[in-house]
């Protein structure tokens, strides 16, 4: 038995028995070939995927909507997502290796804000307004 891969190949392979509608679409775009050239490589959508990941946990969340109103030190994101510390850096150390947040040393505190990437991602999610 073929791999699901392999079938697909094969159906591609032989003119592929598709609806005409979507054939004479695939055509247009200049076959299998050119539709590929128009799906950007799994490699280049990572970076995006990690914003969408980290945006998809409740938690995230709401350290970001926390973030966007001031900037904040763990202590207080602490309290505020009643996280354990070890549990909270985890969730900062997503949102920073996504873009969305970064953080500076201030004396002996670590304060975290929205980067301007993060603020502009929230706001074309409709999760802040523009104005914040």
Known sequence: ?????????ECCANGMNLPEEMEAALRRQGGLEGLSRRV??????APRSNQYKALADPIRLQILYALSTIELCPCILKELTALSDSKLSYHL????????ITSSPRKRWRIYMLTAQGKELMQRHGLIDAEE
């Open 40 to 45: 950007p490589d799994r490699e280049r959508l």
């Open 93 to 100: 150390n997503i949102l920073e290796g996504a873009g969305m």
């Open 1 to 9: 038995m073929a791999a699901r891969g392999e079938k697909t190949a």
